[in-house]
């Protein structure tokens, strides 16, 4: 008989009104739907799993995405109008952004102000092969313009794994939250990427949760994920905390 210490349990049943504050759902503007009718299609793979309420975040990336304001909320504005048209009812979709920390960040900063998740929460990250040179800079010069940085799938940059985890907690010290890829819990992106997941979330250091979802293959792998007792008892009160944090923007 399967010991009930061994049996897994669905994510997806934790998701019930759930708002994804980090996705790739606009149309056409980063690498995540190429067209309206592919955003439309994650959006209802989203409502499967009670899913409803977005705020969508591309990418602005100096040498690969240079979105703008205006071109994030022209796509904003051209995937409200399909929803309006497409009989997907009960939806909504705000925009803010993924900025990338790199040498155009600090200039992005003096000269407008930043497209938020909510309030001033905005979503950062980092490249996956190093950290930039000026990150403490870079974290410094947020808060000091009244941002709260939430860094992006901490989990995902290698070069912040230990065993003691020190990195991370220095980042913790300059203000940082963590925002976990709830995909990185069923090893999507690797098992050290998951190894490091788990440590945060047994340190108590993750802050918020997200999809991350760039592509229909990722809602395929969030509706059949399933995780131990333990970890769904870790990750619920993250959810929970993000829905309590992202409610208000949807009120």
Do not use: W
């Not at 349990?9 to 980090?22: A, M, N, S, T, V």
């Not at 979105?67 to 995937?79: E, G, Q, R, S």
């Not at 200039?107 to 309030?119: D, G, N, S, V």
């Not at 990195?167 to 300059?174: A, G, N």
């Amino acid at each position: 008989m399967l010991s009930i210490f061994k049996k897994k349990f669905y994510l997806k049943d934790q998701l019930e009104g759930f708002i994804d504050i980090h996705n790739h759902i606009l149309p056409g503007i980063d690498d995540g739907a190429a067209e309206v009718e592919d955003s439309l299609n994650l959006i209802h793979k989203f409502k499967e799993m009670g899913v409803s309420n977005f705020v969508a975040t591309p990418h602005i990336m100096n040498d690969y995405y240079p979105n703008t304001p205006f071109t994030i909320n022209a796509a904003l504005d051209k995937l409200r109008i399909a929803l309006e048209g497409s009989g997907i009812s009960d939806v909504q979709v705000k925009a803010a952004a993924e900025y990338m920390m790199d040498h155009s960040f600090m200039e992005l900063l003096e000269q407008e102000p930043l497209l938020c998740l909510h309030q001033n929460y905005v979503l950062v990250e980092m490249s996956y092969f190093q950290a930039p040179i000026n990150l403490n800079e870079i974290l410094f010069t947020l808060q000091t313009k009244q941002y709260k940085p939430v860094l992006a799938h901490p989990e995902r940059y290698a070069y912040l794994h230990s065993k003691n985890l020190e990195r991370y907690e220095d980042l913790k010290r300059r203000g940082c939250l963590f925002q976990l890829n709830i995909l990185s819990l069923i090893g999507h992106y690797g098992s050290n990427i998951q190894k490091a997941a788990f440590a945060l979330l047994d340190k108590g250091m993750i802050d918020l949760i997200g999809t991350d979802t760039h592509q229909e293959r990722h809602l395929e792998k969030l509706a059949n994920a399933r995780l131990p007792k333990k970890r769904i008892e870790q990750v619920i009160p993250v959810i929970e905390r993000t829905k309590e944090l992202f409610t208000p923007a949807f009120s």
